[in-house]
């Protein structure tokens, strides 16, 4: 089993309104000193069976094309290790 997490993320030169709208909530209950919010989405797969190239390319060309929209938003691909891995 793998689980693949894809943190997807305005670009930096994308304005963000609703990481505006938070910063501005966190001044008004008390949180000083915040320079930026930037809001994002997260995607967690979890995939039966092993990740071999062929699969890894596919999550990766997804990622870009169908979890991301290329114009506006950057995508990180982490592929975390099967934990039942690790025992042996």
């Known amino acids: 089993m793998a689980r693949v ?23 008004r209950l008390g949180l ?20 071999d190239t062929d699969r890894a390319a596919l999550v990766e060309q997804l990622a870009g094309e169908l979890l991301s929209n290329p114009v506006i938003e950057n995508y990180r691909l982490t592929v975390q290790p099967d934990p039942s891995d690790a025992a042996h």
């Open 5 to 27: 997490i894809i943190d997807v993320m305005l670009k930096p030169e994308i304005l963000d309104p609703q990481g505006r709208a938070v910063q501005g909530a966190l001044g």
């Open 32 to 51: 000083t000193g915040v320079s930026e919010v930037r809001q994002g989405k997260q995607f967690i797969i979890d995939l039966e069976g092993n990740l």
